[in-house]
């Protein structure tokens, strides 16, 4: 079983910066990849970024355009989403999640194994 448990979201306002983070914990294969999706109300759940373990990583270049950056810590079981410029549009819920072992660079939900309970970000305008 591996547990994600994600932190820092909150309220900010249109323009702020914020940084989330994720910490992995339990029984993990060595390489795993993890990533950010959020949700935001009555809409599926939606890919932002990946990292692998390498730290190879990915994004919805859509919703990024240069403004976040996700990044793994030392030790790697650390995950982080630095999000610059928020905009209203993306007051949703984050979530974290887990690949494990890894194995391709999907961007879809369903590949991924495990899921933290979610961090609510409310950008007010």
């Known amino acids: 079983q591996v547990q994600l448990v994600e932190s820092g979201g909150g309220l900010v306002q249109a323009g702020d910066s914020l940084r989330l983070s994720c910490v992995a914990s339990?029984?993990?294969?060595?390489?795993?990849?993890m990533a950010w999706f959020r949700q935001h109300p009555g809409k599926e759940r939606e890919f932002v970024a990946a990292?692998?373990?390498?730290?190879?990583?990915?994004y919805d270049e859509e919703i990024v355009k240069g403004r976040f950056t996700i990044s793994r810590g030392n030790p790697k079981n650390v995950v982080f989403l630095q999000m610059m410029n928020l905009k209203p549009e993306e007051t949703a819920v984050y979530y974290c999640?887990?690949?494990?072992?890894?194995?391709?660079?999907?961007?879809?939900?369903?590949?991924?194994?495990?899921w933290g309970q979610g961090t609510q970000v409310t950008v007010s305008s």
């Open positions: 999640a887990a690949q494990y072992p890894e194995r391709n660079r999907s961007q879809n939900g369903a590949d991924f194994d495990a």
């Open positions: 990292i692998t373990w390498d730290g190879g990583s990915t």
């Open positions: 339990g029984r993990i294969f060595r390489t795993y990849t």
